[in-house]
């Protein structure tokens, strides 16, 4: 089961975490965080998996569009992605602490005054830097960071087999 290999021994958290994503998206979340320094490890699959669920409530970010004090493209959505993470200063941090757990939010588009907003967003950040992509202190309890193994068996058409399952999925959910 692909989740099992994503959450590990955390795989009934992780279906928590998924169900409360799409029954109760309005509940504040930790920040889940995917890391290996290995590659093929199904992270980025992952992520088109969700998309897949989410559809146009979910985007994906790079690090400069996060970076950027424009946000109208993200800022109205459930789900917000980052992959290939990495962090290094510790005002945006910050700043995907405060989003984290806020509600309100400044929405800024090119040419418009910014404007607030009701804030929902829940970040999934992808990363290959293990231990270097955000700098979190041990007290922390905003991100959920989760050790991705390597997956043993790789499949060409593996992605389009989950996607296929998603309906029984919600189902199960």
Request: proline share 2%; aromatic share 14%.
């Amino acid at each position: 089961m692909f989740l099992r290999h994503i959450f590990y021994k955390y795989v009934e958290l992780g279906l928590d975490y998924l169900q409360l994503l799409y029954l109760r998206p309005l509940q504040n979340l930790p920040i889940l965080c995917l890391v290996s320094n290995q590659r093929t490890t199904g992270k980025t699959s992952f992520l088109k998996w969700c998309k897949e669920i989410f559809k146009n409530n979910m985007t994906y970010l790079t690090n400069d569009s996060f970076k950027s004090q424009f946000n109208a493209d993200w800022a109205n959505k459930l789900l917000i992605c980052i992959d290939k993470a990495l962090f290094q200063k510790e005002e945006l941090t910050e700043r995907l602490k405060y989003l984290s757990t806020t509600n309100i939010n400044k929405m800024e588009a090119k040419g418009r005054d910014k404007r607030e907003v009701e804030f929902f967003g829940k970040f999934l950040m992808c990363s290959n830097k293990e231990d270097s992509f955000i700098k979190i202190d041990a007290n922390e309890n905003r991100f959920w960071v989760i050790k991705v193994p390597v997956i043993k068996k790789e499949e060409t058409d593996f992605l389009e087999k989950l996607i296929a399952e998603i309906p029984a999925f919600m189902y199960h959910l």
